[in-house]
T-cell receptor
Framework: QKEVEQNSGPLSVPEGAIASLNCTYS??????FFWYRQYSGKSPELIMS????GDKEDGRFTAQLNKASQYVSLLIRDSQPSDSATYLC???????????FGSGTRLLVRP | NAGVTQTPKFRILKIGQSMTLQCAQD?????MYWYRQDPGMGLKLIYY???????DKGEVPNGYNVSRSTTEDFPLRLELAAPSQTSVYFC??????????????FGEGSWLTVV
């Protein structure tokens, strides 16, 4: 079982819709969770971090964490074509300094 | 405003050659990482370091070596290049690995092709 799993997509949504990206992780003791955005040919950039169960909102982005289900998600409201990118979920385990990435979900926002 | 600097940006190697990817950060970060990213895939951790003189293996360390003699520098060494090492390599750093304030900064990447 992969440590961090994501659906590779592509996830296609129309402009203005809500995009929902999902991620599951295997280490039940994981404490820190991150969403990165990566445009083609570029390095990843941090969008959101979340550490506690529940929702965390930042502008059009909301991260949701459910540790009991080992599940973290990212919602993008009012999706824009400029949001088209690959979104990477990353997790730091309980007893490790390693930041482990999922394989990423490609998001396409149709004008 | 340098952040994390990687060199070279592009390199073509022949099978069996050796090379070092350089990484330097000017943010006084303790933690540094090397990742590789194959086309259409996520990032795989090669090696990481929690401070000068301390390194540890990540998910895919075979075929690579690292050293951390200073806080600023974290070079990645490929001893006998193989086609399977064709990838994009990202160096990254962070101040801490605590529960908060854990922003990881990435370099711009090094594109390596082994032929």
């Amino acid at each position: 079982q992969k440590e961090v799993e994501q659906n590779s997509g592509p996830l296609s949504v129309p402009e203005g819709a809500i995009a929902s990206l999902n991620c599951t992780y295997s280490d039940r003791g994981s404490q820190s969770f991150f969403w990165y955005r990566q445009y083609s040919g570029k390095s990843p950039e941090l969008i959101m971090s979340i550490y506690s169960n529940g929702d965390k909102e930042d502008g059009r982005f909301t991260a949701q964490l459910n540790k009991a289900s080992q599940y973290v998600s990212l919602l993008i409201r009012d999706s824009q074509p400029s949001d088209s990118a690959t979104y990477l979920c990353a997790v730091i385990g309980d007893s490790s300094y390693k930041l482990i990435f999922g394989s990423g979900t490609r998001l396409l926002v149709r004008p | 405003n340098a952040g994390v600097t990687q060199t070279p940006k592009f390199r073509i190697l022949k099978i069996g050659q050796s090379m070092t990817l350089q990484c330097a950060q000017d943010m006084n970060h303790n933690y540094m990482y090397w990742y590789r990213q194959d086309p259409g895939m996520g990032l795989k951790l090669i090696y990481y370091s929690v401070g000068a003189g301390i390194t540890d293996k990540g998910e895919v360390p075979n075929g690579y070596n690292v050293s951390r003699s200073t806080t600023e520098d974290f070079p990645l060494r490929l001893e006998l290049a193989a086609p399977s090492q064709t990838s994009v390599y990202f160096c990254a750093s962070s101040y801490s690995q605590g529960r908060t304030g854990n922003t990881i900064y990435f370099g711009e990447g090094s594109w390596l092709t082994v032929v």
